[in-house]
């Protein structure tokens, strides 16, 4: 890797999950394990492996196969399916990490792992909105929602986010592309080809890198972070304000639990979108500034293993938010997801004359 990489004349950027292994990648180095980071990168993959596949497999089984289909198991069993698809294949990722990022599997693996990765996390963060909207809407409309509120709808709605996930990580497919290494031509880089050719150094084309760069990273912040999350904080802003006009005691487990998956979401994601950002903006300057390029060669990485965790620990919290700690030790995992699960109704803890029992109930799945 020669030492002008963060110049604007290399092809590869690496805030695509796949990529940011080489920031920190020293070709003096005999062996990728030598690396601190490399070392944490494999432990958490591999961790992110093992815990996602069991644990979000287990969930598809339990939300798909052995509960009743509601709306809530509808949107868990989404959740869970993108998780699991995600982790499935970061064996991908733990192979070619150690193998000093040489990747072995071909073009199209290269283009589907990317893909992949980018379809978990449009998917994940649009499902997550249309949850906080769905419990919005329970909120300020109960009796409405009981009435219309039906998993066939959920079904429709959650095709509808896979869709729109898949087209907004298509363009992953498209510019990810194959080459032999800069330090090394016996082994193969999996990365970024926004020139689509071989010629990165001419003047028009650089242009056009650096333009393209920009779009996929400005459009992946925007429409895969920084709205969503705007809608998600409205929705739950709004909830707080009603539930706490309404003096409401307590919120249904479902109502918890998925509180706590954004949040996790946000704190796995943030960094990674705010690394991508500053190294967009590495990119762009003309003399890029050594600062910058130091905490990228360590924050990257660390940001990235941290998106990674976030598809393994959703199936975690559904456990341990399900039931106190000891009681979760006591039960079997069946019993513990089906009753985090459960849809539970709320009550008030204030009773005024003549409250409606559909009104009563109306916040039975917040």
């Known amino acids: 890797m020669d030492a002008d990489y963060f110049t604007t004349e290399n092809p590869l950027n690496v805030t695509d999950l796949n990529d940011s292994n080489y920031y920190y ?16 990168s494999l432990i958490v993959y591999s961790l992110a492996f093992l815990l996602g596949v069991t644990g979000n497999g287990l969930v598809i089984w339990i939300t798909g196969f052995k509960m009743k289909k509601t709306v809530n198991t509808i ?4 959740l869970a399916i993108a998780d699991f698809i995600f982790t499935f294949f970061l064996p991908l990722n733990i192979i070619y990490t150690a193998l000093g990022f040489h990747w072995p599997f071909g073009r199209f693996m290269c283009k589907m792992n990317t893909t992949i990765a980018f379809l978990n996390m449009f998917a994940s963060v649009y499902l997550l909105v249309v949850i906080s909207i769905d419990r919005c809407i329970s909120v300020i409309y109960p009796v409405w929602s009981q009435n219309h509120r039906r998993p066939r709808i959920a079904s429709i709605i959650s095709l509808v986010v896979w869709i729109v996930a898949f087209v907004l990580s298509s363009p992953y497919f498209a510019f990810r592309d194959t080459a032999p290494a800069m330090d090394n031509i016996n082994k193969t880089n999996c990365y970024n080809n926004f020139a689509f050719s071989d010629d990165y150094d001419s003047e028009d084309i650089v242009f056009l890198r650096i333009m393209r760069h920009q779009a996929m990273v400005i459009t992946r912040v925007i429409l895969g972070f920084f709205v969503p999350f705007s809608i998600i904080l409205v929705c739950y802003t709004i909830i707080g304000l009603r ?3 309404n003096r409401l005691a307590k919120t249904s487990k479902p109502f918890k639990i998925i509180i706590a998956v954004i949040v996790i979401f946000f704190l796995c994601w943030a960094p990674y979108h705010i690394f991508g950002l500053l ?4 990119h762009a ?5 050594d600062n910058i390029n130091t ?7 660390i940001a990235t293993s941290l998106a990674f965790l976030n598809s393994c620990l959703n199936p975690i919290l559904y456990v341990f938010m399900g ?8 039960k079997s995992i069946l019993s513990v997801l089906e009753t ?11 009773t005024v004359n003549g409250r409606s029992k559909s009104k009563s109930s109306s916040y039975a799945e917040l």
Do not use: C
């Not at 190294?279 to 590495?282: G, K, L, N, P, S």
């Not at 905490?295 to 990485?301: C, D, H, K, T, W």
């Open 285 to 289: 300057m003309k003399e890029p500034s």
């Open 340 to 350: 985090a699960f459960t849809e539970e109704s709320v009550h008030s803890t204030s």
């Open 25 to 40: 990648y020293e070709e003096e180095s005999s062996s990728v394990l030598e690396s601190p980071l490399s070392i944490m």
């Open 243 to 245: 539930l706490k006009q």
């Open 295 to 301: 905490v990228l060669r360590f924050g990257i990485p």
């Open 75 to 78: 949107w868990f069993l989404n």
């Open 279 to 282: 190294e967009m903006v590495m």
């Open 323 to 330: 039931h106190d700690f000891k009681e979760t030790v006591k």
